[in-house]
């Protein structure tokens, strides 16, 4: 094997965003002002690929990002992304070599978790992730949803929608996520560069449309949910309106004003669907109108994966459903998150701490990152057989304790 897997430099960096786009099956070059411009947003020293013949053949970075834990404490977490391997150097070991060395720097920095998006279920459970919150699609069938889209009222709330454009959602936007992403675990925090290409101020390499912002405002002016939405003109044969409004983004500071922003989209004048994606699996969407079956559920996928670098942070960092203890020892073949640790959790916090003590449950690191946000149980990964139960009534009590009541969500896509 001839490739070096090593850091990419400035000069590198154009044959490097080649490659990505080589990997993910696109034959477009970037233009030289995406270039610039991502790389302005990069850090080179976590931007890995493998170089033959000076080519580069492989791409993987990572960049710092905040992950919203039940509780809502956030936690530093490594942030994978641009995983390629070019088709004529794949199973060489070129990922394998490039995540095991970052995810070993990740933890010598202090990064209390590794993220990422998997494209493929199959690729990531090998290196210690495990699939950590899911995703759902919804259809809206607007007519059936018995809202009277002749008799738009604002909302009850005492608040008002406001349509604004994408310079004052860049001004706007980034106080209202910070607000919102502590209250929803699995949330993530957007740097400026996402508020600059999703609002189509900087190249991405994607073609980019203009969409809406509605937000909503509390009688005091203050932003408590924000809905990003695409339109799809189409009429019929019959001159009938049959427009599909697409959801980009809907998030609120609550159900109250969440609902509100919901049957705003669906009273749109011409408007005969609305679909969303990247949704919470327990959305309360179809509960916000008055025929909840109006909504249905069309889809649903993995979506957030983790992947424990510091077990005693991680697990001292979110909030538990009820005071108890538990000896988990989780098993690592990485070997980073690995031990016996006795976990405690009282009503003024929890803390966790290696043990000599016999465990209660056994599992491995895969299954401690399904568990870490919430969307797991411990039940349903010991019917899988990728957790044991040691003592009897340990997985009772672990139920108890790592029991959410909601579950996580990451609305973003990195
Ligand atoms: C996914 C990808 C990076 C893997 O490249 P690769 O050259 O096979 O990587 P490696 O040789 O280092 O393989 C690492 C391990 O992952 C496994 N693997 C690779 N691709 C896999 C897949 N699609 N599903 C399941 N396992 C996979 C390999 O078998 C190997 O396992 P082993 O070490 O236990 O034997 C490459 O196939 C690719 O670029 N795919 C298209 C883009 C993509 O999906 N990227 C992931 C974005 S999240």
Redesign the pocket.
């Known amino acids: 094997m001839s490739a070096e897997v090593r850091t990419t430099t400035e000069t590198e960096f154009a044959d490097w965003l080649r490659a990505v786009n080589t ?2 099956l696109n034959s477009a070059p970037p233009k030289p002002e995406e270039v610039a411009a991502r790389l302005a947003g990069t850090d080179l020293r976590r931007t890995w690929g493998a170089f033959d013949g000076g080519r580069c053949v492989a791409t993987y970075r990572s960049f710092s990002q905040e992950l919203t834990v039940p509780g809502g404490a956030v936690v530093a977490a490594d942030a994978v992304s641009a ?3 070019t088709p004529s ?8 070599r490039m995540i095991t060395t970052d995810l070993g720097e990740a933890r010598d920095r202090g990064e209390v978790v590794a993220n ?5 279920y ?2 990531y459970g ?1 290196f210690g992730f495990g699939r950590a919150s899911r995703t759902a699609r919804w259809t809206i069938d607007v007519p059936r949803t018995g809202l009277d889209r002749r008799r738009w009222t604002p909302p009850e709330e005492g608040g008002r929608i406001e349509l604004i454009d994408g310079a004052e959602l860049r001004k706007e936007g980034p106080e209202f996520h910070d607000r919102w992403r502590v209250l929803q675990p699995g949330a993530i925090d957007r740097d400026e560069r996402w508020w600059r290409v999703n609002t189509g101020a900087e190249e991405s390499g994607t073609p980019f449309t203009e969409p809406f912002h509605a937000v909503y405002r509390s009688p005091e002016g203050r932003v408590e949910g924000l809905a990003t939405y695409t339109v799809e003109g189409k009429w019929n044969d019959g001159k009938q309106p049959a427009n599909i409004v697409s959801v980009r983004r809907l998030t609120a500071t609550s159900p109250a004003v969440e609902g509100a922003l919901w049957r705003f989209l669906c009273s749109l004048d011409w408007v005969v669907e609305v679909t969303a994606g990247q949704r919470s699996p327990d959305d309360l969407l179809p509960y916000y109108l008055p025929d909840p079956r109006a909504a249905r559920l069309v889809g649903t996928a993995d979506y957030l994966w983790v992947r424990v670098l510091d077990t005693v942070r991680a697990l001292e960092a979110r909030t538990y459903g009820v005071p108890g203890t538990l000896v988990l020892d989780v098993r690592d073949d990485a070997g980073v998150a690995s031990g016996r640790y006795v976990l405690e959790s009282t009503p003024d916090g929890a803390s966790c701490a290696p043990t000599s003590r016999a465990a209660d449950l056994v599992l491995g690191a895969g299954a401690l990152g399904s568990l870490y946000l919430g969307d797991e149980t411990p039940t349903r990964l010991a019917a899988l057989g990728v957790l044991t139960e040691e003592r009897p009534g340990a997985l009772a009590r672990a139920e108890a304790l790592f029991h959410t009541p909601r579950r996580p969500w990451c609305p973003d896509m990195f």
């Open positions: 990997g993910f995983v390629t391997v150097h794949r199973g060489q070991g070129l990922l394998r990422l998006v998997a494209a493929e199959g690729i090998r």
